[in-house]
């Protein structure tokens, strides 16, 4: 009878040491999966902001394009709203190329240099900031 009681005491042993190894083992692998996790979030946020710059970016040269229409406006008027559209975002430039006579066409151009917070997401177009630009042709229309 004893034997056995001590055999039954390596059993317990043997099943409580196999479970502490494979609560370390799952603690490990969720370490690793969560560290991907958290990764892949920040990288949605960030190209969520990106994609937010590009459309405020395209939105400013359309607009910059819109008011190029009217001979009347000048380039400050045309740069001013184009800035004024792009919302939140500060664009880095708005080239205007305009005569300003009826028939021409007007061309406003949108630059924002887009920077990541999260130096490892910029790493996927190589580092540093992105430019995103966009450029709005429109016919000056009348006078």
């Known amino acids: ?5 001590m055999f ?6 043997r099943s409580t040491s196999a479970r502490e190894s494979l609560r370390g083992q799952a603690l490990l692998e969720f370490a690793l999966i969560g560290l ?3 990764t892949m979030c ?9 994609y937010y710059a590009s459309v405020a970016v395209t939105n400013a040269a359309r607009d910059g394009a819109r008011v190029a229409m009217d001979p009347s406006n000048s380039t400050a008027d045309i740069v001013a709203v184009a800035e004024d559209s792009a919302g939140s975002i500060e664009l880095t430039t708005v080239n205007v190329d305009s005569s300003g006579t009826v028939g021409d066409m007007a061309t406003v ?3 924002y240099n887009f ?3 999260v130096p490892i997401v910029s790493q996927v177009w190589g580092g540093g900031s992105l430019t995103i630009s966009h450029t709005a042709t429109s016919r000056i ?3």
Request: a positive charge; proline letters at 0%.
């Open 115 to 117: 920077t990541s917070t």
């Open 1 to 5: 009878m004893r034997i056995r009681s």
């Open 42 to 50: 920040f990288a949605v946020v960030e190209f969520g902001r990106a």
């Open 109 to 111: 151009t949108a630059t």
């Open 36 to 38: 991907i996790l958290v």
């Open 141 to 143: 229309g009348w006078e």
């Open 8 to 13: 039954q005491m390596d059993r317990i042993q």
